[in-house]
């Protein structure tokens, strides 16, 4: 198919192929997770969950795909949904809008292949780690402050979150040092790198390492857990 044919010279016909039997949930559809769905959907990801309680408000558009003007106040997973209809007819997205709890975690989570970590805040992350590890999914972790940003792959058992943040309850640094419009996109294509390297079962993963960025010194580096 036409549509695509650039990723065939990354991907193979039978794995470009086997992307719309996935089931990936983005939970948060906004800096990050709206280029996150942008990218899975462009792919030809065949069923894209897209969870997020909040709507869009006028600090939103300096960063978020999905934001702009003529949406102030609509949700961000129905705006998701009504964007992807257009960029590719063929995926289907569910939209959820409803903030990820441990009451309702397992019930969103449930049926997906892998799942997306563009929330934040760090206690919904430990609850999304959590539903993961019973579910016996693996998750992608993103996270973005200022000039700055952070991507790791966590499988069930390996409890990544406990290993980079001391305390569920910590304030991430991005509210401190804001969030311009080219961090979330910088992270959420590496997020979407692992979900890729993921499905088609090939590539080095960021498991049991984190990659963190640094694009005012132009500092890239991984640590290993």
């Known amino acids: 198919?036409?549509?695509?044919?650039?990723?065939?010279?990354?991907?193979?016909?039978?794995?470009?192929?086997?992307?719309?039997?996935?089931?990936?949930?983005?939970?948060?559809?906004?800096?990050?997770?709206?280029?996150?769905?942008?990218?899975?959907?462009?792919?030809?990801?065949?069923?894209?969950?897209?969870?997020?309680?909040?709507?869009?408000?006028a600090s939103n558009l300096n960063r978020q795909l999905f934001a702009n003007e003529e949406v102030l106040g609509k949700s961000k997973a129905t705006t998701a949904k009504e964007r992807m209809a257009i960029v590719n007819s063929l995926i289907h997205v569910n939209a959820i809008t409803s903030r990820l709890t441990s009451e309702n975690s397992e019930e969103i989570l449930t049926g997906h292949d892998i799942v997306v970590d563009a929330l934040d805040n760090i206690e919904s992350r430990f609850v999304l780690q959590e539903a993961c590890e019973k579910l016996k999914i693996p998750m992608v972790h993103g996270a973005i402050a200022g000039w700055y940003g952070q991507i790791t792959t966590i499988f069930p058992g390996d409890n990544?979150?406990?290993?980079?943040?001391?305390?569920?309850?910590?304030?991430?640094?991005?509210?401190?040092?804001?969030?311009?419009?080219?961090?979330?996109?910088?992270?959420?294509?590496?997020?979407?790198?692992?979900?890729?390297?993921?499905?088609?079962?090939?590539?080095?993963?960021?498991?049991?390492?984190?990659?963190?960025?640094?694009?005012?010194?132009?500092?890239?580096?991984?640590?290993?857990?």
């Not at 769905?37 to 894209?48: A, D, S, T």
């Not at 080219?182 to 692992?194: D, K, N, R, Y």
């Open 1 to 57: 198919m036409k549509r695509y044919e650039r990723n065939m010279q990354m991907l193979s016909l039978e794995e470009n192929e086997k992307l719309k039997e996935y089931k990936v949930c983005v939970i948060g559809c906004g800096g990050l997770g709206g280029y996150v769905i942008e990218m899975l959907g462009r792919l030809g990801i065949g069923f894209i969950t897209a969870v997020d309680g909040d709507e869009f408000e």
């Open 160 to 225: 990544t979150l406990q290993k980079i943040y001391t305390k569920k309850d910590m304030k991430g640094v991005e509210k401190e040092l804001g969030n311009p419009s080219f961090t979330p996109a910088l992270v959420a294509s590496i997020q979407v790198s692992e979900v890729v390297k993921l499905l088609i079962g090939r590539g080095e993963l960021l498991r049991n390492k984190i990659l963190f960025i640094n694009t005012l010194d132009t500092d890239y580096y991984i640590a290993e857990f």
